[in-house]
C-alpha cells in the first residue's frame, strides 16, 4: 500500500511504511523544496505553512508542514511556496508585500505568503466578510514573526484584500 497526493502539480506516492514522516521533511529531503520553512516544530510559529486541498472540499486550507504526517495526504494536493507562480511572476499579495517592506528576514515570509494565499482566495469566492480587519486576524494573526513586521504584512494583505474585494464588486 501506498499514500498518494501531489506537491505543486506533481504526483507523489510514499509507501505506507512513511505515514508518520512529517511533511516539512518530505518536502525538504525527498523534493528539495526548502522554502517552507523548519522553525519551532511544533506547529505554532507558522512558518511552515503550506496550502492543502483535498476532496471532498477542493478549497485549500493553510496546514502546518511540521506536525503534519504524510498518512493524511492521501488524495491531497499541497502547495508551496515553490508552487504559488509560475516563472518569475508574483501573486499580488508577494508585491503588497515587498512594496509595504513587511519583512526583514524573510523567514516567515513563506509561511505569511502562504495563509494569505489560501485567505485571498477564499475572498475571491465568497462575499467579503462582515469584519475584514477580524477575517484577516484570523488568517494570518497567528503567525510569528521575530522581527514584528506584523503591522506591515496587515497593511499588504489589507491593500490587496480590497483589490481583491474591489475587483469581485467590478465583475458581478
Known amino acids: 500500500m501506498s499514500i498518494k497526493f501531489t506537491v505543486n502539480g506533481m504526483a507523489q506516492e510514499v509507501p505506507d511504511a512513511r505515514g508518520e514522516d512529517r511533511l516539512i521533511d518530505f518536502l525538504h529531503d525527498d523534493l528539495?523544496?526548502?522554502?517552507?520553512?523548519?522553525?519551532?516544530?511544533?506547529?505554532?510559529?507558522?512558518?511552515?505553512?503550506?496550502?492543502?486541498?483535498?476532496?471532498?472540499?477542493?478549497?485549500?486550507?493553510?496546514?502546518?508542514?511540521?506536525?503534519?504526517?504524510?498518512s493524511i495526504l492521501a488524495g491531497a494536493a499541497i502547495t508551496t511556496i515553490e508552487g504559488v507562480s509560475a516563472g518569475a511572476e508574483l501573486l499580488p499579495v508577494q508585491e503588497a508585500f515587498l512594496r509595504h517592506f513587511s519583512f526583514q528576514c524573510g523567514y516567515c515570509t513563506?509561511?505569511?505568503?502562504?495563509?494569505?494565499?489560501?485567505?485571498?482566495?477564499?475572498?475571491?469566492?465568497?462575499?467579503?466578510?462582515?469584519?475584514?480587519?477580524?477575517?484577516?486576524?484570523?488568517?494570518?494573526?497567528?503567525?510569528?514573526?521575530?522581527?514584528?513586521?506584523?503591522?506591515?504584512?496587515?497593511?499588504?494583505?489589507?491593500?490587496?484584500?480590497?483589490?481583491?474585494i474591489a475587483t469581485r464588486g467590478a465583475v458581478q
Not at 505554532?44 to 503534519?68: F, G, Q, Y
Not at 489560501?118 to 494573526?141: N, Q, R
Request: proline fraction near 9%.
Open 32 to 70: 528539495n523544496l526548502t522554502g517552507t520553512k523548519f522553525c519551532c516544530g511544533i506547529g505554532v510559529c507558522r512558518a511552515c505553512t503550506v496550502a492543502m486541498a483535498k476532496l471532498p472540499n477542493p478549497v485549500e486550507t493553510p496546514v502546518i508542514a511540521c506536525s503534519t504526517p504524510l
Open 110 to 164: 513563506p509561511g505569511f505568503v502562504m495563509a494569505a494565499k489560501v485567505f485571498l482566495d477564499g475572498l475571491a469566492l465568497a462575499p467579503p466578510p462582515a469584519d475584514l480587519e477580524a477575517a484577516m486576524a484570523t488568517a494570518i494573526g497567528d503567525h510569528i514573526c521575530r522581527c514584528s513586521g506584523y503591522v506591515r504584512y496587515v497593511d499588504a494583505l489589507r491593500e490587496t484584500a480590497l483589490a481583491v
